[in-house]
């Protein structure tokens, strides 16, 4: 960031996980610490449980929103399965942040497919120490909002940036979030914070 690069962050999620918020989160913070940035979205059937990604580059002059193959220096994902379907989108040495929860596709609910299994372990054979699951929806079932499981990731993300404040993306919680989900999600980004 500070050698003038820029740095790409690919989110992927299933519709309803609220990866988009997150996204716009992002790119509020990212802005207001005076980024140029770049996004696109793929959300076709997220109402009906489908795959949501979120292509995110900031820098200091960003000229393009999509990333290329194999250039993530960061995937956040809110689900394992759709951690695994972008895994050689990420540079051999980028961060992985996995929410740890499982959402059965209709092929494995029906019984065609099976879930794969041990999908932290197969990031961690690649990647080392560069993989952290959270427990994003525990964290936000604790706090009384599953829902809040997106802001917990985005609070264990930012540990990734210290040189931007907390405050910076408490206020863009407040701004994108009406006022009765306040509380809650500054909540879940501070335990997201403390998970990593």
């Known amino acids: ?13 299933v519709g309803g996980q609220g990866a988009i918020l997150a996204s716009n989160i992002l790119a509020e913070v990212f802005i207001k610490a005076g980024y140029d940035v770049k996004k696109a979205e793929v959300h076709g059937m997220a109402q009906r449980g489908g ?3 979120t292509h995110f580059r900031f820098g200091k002059k960003v000229y393009s ?18 951690a ?14 996995i929410n740890n929860q499982k959402i059965l596709p209709p092929a494995v609910s029906l019984g065609q ?15 080392k120490e560069n993989v952290y699951a959270i427990d994003g929806q ?9 829902q809040a ?28 979030l009406a006022p009765k989900l306040h509380d809650l999600n500054i909540k879940a980004f501070y335990e997201g914070k403390k998970a990593l």
């Open 65 to 82: 929103p999509l990333i290329k193959y194999g250039d993530v220096d960061y995937l956040l994902s809110f689900e394992l399965l759709e």
């Open 51 to 53: 795959d949501v990604t």
């Open 84 to 97: 695994i379907r972008y895994i050689n989108w990420v540079k051999p040495e980028g961060k992985i942040i």
């Open 1 to 13: 960031m500070k050698d003038g690069k820029t740095t790409n962050i690919f989110l992927s999620g």
């Open 149 to 176: 499981a997106n802001v917990v990731l985005v609070g264990a993300f930012s540990n990734f940036f210290p040189e931007v404040k907390d405050e910076q993306f408490v206020d863009a919680i407040k701004s994108l």
């Open 138 to 146: 525990e964290i936000a079932r604790k706090l009384g909002n599953i």
């Open 113 to 127: 497919m099976e879930y794969p299994k041990d999908v932290v372990k197969v990031f961690k054979k690649y990647f």
